[in-house]
């Protein structure tokens, strides 16, 4: 073989290489999407519920900080 069949044939080998490594990654992600579509009924509403409750709790929490600082602060004298 000639130096630039070698190298071409090289490279081929290398992209055939690289190809099939994202098609099995396509794969596992159609796969991932698949199996979560599948579980997406009842056992997501409790994970759901729980990022509510969080965010509330923690928009709560920053109101909360809102109000102790405004409150801290002196009031400005109106002329």
């Not at 159609?30 to 729980?50: D, I, Q, Y």
Request: proline share 6%.
């Amino acid at each position: 073989m000639t130096p630039n069949v070698t190298v071409g044939y090289m490279a081929e080998q290398i992209n055939r290489g690289r190809l099939d490594g994202e098609a099995t990654r396509d794969w596992l992600a159609v796969e991932a999407a698949r199996k979560r579509a599948r579980a997406s009924g009842p056992a997501t509403m409790p994970a759901m519920l729980g990022a509510v409750l969080i965010r509330l709790g923690e928009r709560m929490q920053g109101t909360a900080q809102h109000l102790s600082t405004s409150a801290d602060s002196p009031v400005p004298s109106v002329r």
